[in-house]
């Protein structure tokens, strides 16, 4: 997928979002997975989506990342954004963005929810994010 057409889905989901960007290559990103795969199935009353979008190389699409995916026990959908200059792709994401992951997107279409977490985000600090995410309009 283009950095485009990820920002059409983004733009396109009306139900709490979390878009987490990762690699197979990134110990703190296949660290906090597990942690957000866990979390979403406690909310998910709340139609919670979690997307987690590789930026892994070229040549482990689709194979090789299916394959990691699979041997980590990941469930959740997987994309793999399907570009190779951090410096253009980030900052259409979030203008802070300088390239490190992981890296999160947490979207709420329904009430114009929108932040972005450069940073890993340990298990206590992503059930704030999460309740912020899904917390009614002020």
């Known amino acids: 997928m283009k950095i485009g057409e990820l920002n059409r889905f983004i733009d396109s989901v009306h139900s709490p979002l979390i878009i987490n960007f990762w690699a197979s290559w990134c110990k703190p990103c296949v660290h906090e997975i ?3 795969e866990k979390n979403i ?3 998910k009353e709340s139609g919670i ?3 987690l979008v590789s930026l892994d190389f070229g040549r482990d699409y689709p194979t090789g990342i299916s394959n990691f995916a699979r ?3 990941y469930t959740s959908r997987i994309i793999f954004l399907d570009e190779k200059n951090a410096d253009y792709f980030c900052p259409l994401i979030d203008k802070s963005w300088d390239g490190s992951i992981p890296v999160s997107l947490f979207v709420n279409g329904s009430k114009k929810y929108k932040r972005f977490y450069n ?3 340990p298990e206590p600090q992503l059930k704030i994010a999460i309740n912020e995410l899904i917390a009614p309009s002020k």
């Open 34 to 36: 597990p942690w957000f």
């Open 41 to 43: 199935k406690e909310y």
């Open 49 to 51: 989506v979690l997307v």
């Open 71 to 73: 041997q980590q026990g």
């Open 119 to 121: 940073q890993q985000l």
